[in-house]
């Protein structure tokens, strides 16, 4: 029975030889594997009579047992050790000071419209929403612009499939919100009482074929538009001026009106703002000798609001526009619409936009 006894030692001292789980494992195949000692062991009883195989297969049973043991207590020693060089690696230390969570801030097309959403509001203005894929008849045919004219080579812009288009400006929002307007109150204009005015901004994203330092692909607009009796060009002059006032904070401002041409208004209008561009990088709005232009604006053509099912011997409205991210520049005096898009954390930190401490790749703070 020695020979079992020192087999038993010799397993127990190769177990705790082995210093990783793998190592373990070659281990107890020199003792328990398939062509280990104890399956030797068991194949020369063999040769063994009866009585001999009843004494030494319990011996090397209780060996193998003693074997097993061993390595299992081995086994668990090794994931102990384990577990605890983890729980030292990922301590921590609470008397540390916590990490600092970086704020960040609105990007400034963001606060834009949010400055201008807040402005309009405050004048009694809805603001409408609708969908970025459009029908050609929303974005153009109901805006008197038919597939023959003209003016759809100013709004060349991204097809898909089904006939659908990425809307080139925000006006088919005022389509949709003028349609939703004449159904919703349908009875009460039949019964001959009129329509409730309608007053409301249309801002989102649009898409069109251009870039370049003051275009971009996609840009953001913004448009106002009133419906109701007696509505003239006084009531959109009236509009834009305090609307400008109250965005660039100013009391006083001069406005001057271009004639141009929209398909969809008439007459239509252009505005420009004087201002002051005699310091390099800056611009003075309400003084100096200079203009700058503002966006485009015009009477709502007649044929549009037939389209909307609105009586055009009987209603006038006005509608204007302005590009969200240009209203922005100016704001804020930046000079490349392009940098709105490029995600660069240094530009939003220049203008104010970002938090001042900004997390790094290792988890640490930099100033």
């Given at each position: 029975?020695?020979?079992?006894?020192d087999?038993?030692?010799?397993?127990?001292?190769?177990?705790?030889?082995?210093?990783?789980?793998?190592?373990?494992?070659?281990?107890?195949?020199?003792?328990?594997?398939?062509?280990?000692?104890?399956?030797?062991?068991?194949?020369?009883?063999?040769?063994?009579?009866?009585?001999?195989?009843?004494?030494?297969?319990?011996?090397?049973?209780?060996?193998?047992?003693?074997?097993?043991?061993?390595?299992?207590?081995?086994?668990?020693?090794?994931?102990?050790?384990?577990?605890?060089?983890?729980?030292?690696?990922?301590?921590?230390?609470?008397?540390?000071?916590?990490?600092?969570?970086?704020?960040?801030?609105?990007?400034?097309?963001?606060?834009?419209?949010?400055?201008?959403e807040?402005?309009?509001?405050?004048?009694?203005?809805?603001?409408?929403?609708?969908?970025?894929?459009?029908?050609?008849?929303?974005?153009?045919?109901?805006?008197?612009?038919?597939?023959?004219?003209?003016?759809?080579?100013?709004?060349?812009?991204?097809?898909?499939?089904?006939?659908?288009?990425l809307?080139?400006?925000?006006?088919?929002?005022?389509?949709?919100?003028?349609?939703?307007?004449?159904?919703?109150?349908?009875?009460?204009?039949?019964?001959?009482?009129?329509?409730?005015?309608?007053?409301?901004?249309?801002?989102g994203?649009?898409?069109?074929?251009?870039?370049?330092?003051?275009?971009?692909?996609?840009?953001?607009?913004v448009?106002?538009?009133?419906?109701?009796?007696?509505?003239?060009?006084?009531?959109?002059?009236?509009?834009?001026?305090?609307?400008?006032?109250?965005?660039?904070?100013?009391?006083?401002?001069?406005?001057?009106?271009?004639?141009?041409?929209?398909?969809?208004?008439?007459?239509?209008?252009?505005?420009?703002?004087?201002?002051d561009?005699?310091?390099?990088?800056?611009?003075?709005?309400?003084?100096?000798?200079?203009?700058?232009?503002?966006?485009?604006?015009?009477?709502?053509?007649?044929?549009?609001l037939?389209?909307?099912?609105?009586?055009?011997?009987?209603?006038?409205?006005?509608?204007?526009?302005?590009?969200?991210?240009?209203?922005?520049?100016?704001?804020?005096?930046?000079?490349?619409?392009?940098?709105?898009?490029?995600?660069?954390?240094?530009?939003?930190?220049?203008?104010?936009?970002?938090a001042?401490?900004?997390?790094?790749?290792?988890?640490?703070?930099?100033?």
């Amino acid at each position: 029975m020695n020979e079992l006894e020192d087999l038993v030692r010799t397993a127990q001292a190769a177990f705790v030889a082995s210093s990783t789980a793998n190592d373990l494992e070659n281990a107890k195949a020199q003792f328990l594997g398939k062509s280990g000692r104890i399956t030797e062991l068991m194949k020369g009883m063999a040769a063994l009579s009866v009585e001999e195989k009843k004494t030494r297969g319990a011996a090397i049973n209780a060996a193998k047992q003693a074997i097993e043991g061993a390595l299992n207590e081995r086994r668990q020693a090794l994931a102990d050790a384990e577990l605890q060089a983890q729980l030292k690696a990922e301590a921590l230390d609470v008397t540390l000071p916590g990490r600092q969570r970086a704020q960040g801030g609105l990007h400034p097309v963001s606060l834009t419209l949010e400055r201008i959403e807040g402005i309009f509001g405050s004048m009694g203005f809805e603001v409408a929403d609708g969908p970025e894929i459009e029908t050609d008849w929303f974005n153009f045919t109901a805006l008197n612009t038919p597939a023959d004219h003209p003016a759809r080579s100013m709004h060349d812009t991204f097809y898909v499939e089904g006939g659908h288009l990425l809307r080139t400006h925000t006006s088919p929002m005022q389509i949709r919100h003028a349609v939703q307007h004449v159904k919703r109150y349908r009875d009460r204009i039949d019964a001959g009482q009129g329509m409730p005015e309608i007053r409301v901004i249309a801002p989102g994203r649009t898409y069109r074929v251009d870039s370049d330092a003051t275009h971009s692909p996609m840009f953001h607009q913004v448009e106002a538009l009133v419906i109701d009796e007696g509505i003239n060009l006084g009531h959109l002059k009236w509009t834009v001026e305090e609307f400008c006032k109250a965005f660039f904070e100013i009391d006083k401002i001069e406005l001057r009106a271009r004639p141009s041409f929209f398909p969809f208004t008439e007459p239509s209008l252009e505005w420009d703002m004087r201002c002051d561009r005699s310091v390099p990088g800056k611009i003075t709005f309400g003084t100096g000798n200079d203009w700058l232009e503002l966006g485009s604006s015009g009477m709502v053509h007649r044929k549009v609001l037939e389209n909307c099912g609105i009586d055009s011997g009987r209603y006038q409205g006005f509608a204007f526009g302005f590009g969200l991210d240009r209203m922005a520049m100016l704001k804020y005096s930046m000079p490349d619409i392009r940098s709105f898009f490029e995600a660069d954390l240094r530009w939003l930190k220049h203008y104010g936009f970002a938090a001042l401490d900004l997390p790094t790749l290792d988890g640490g703070l930099s100033k």
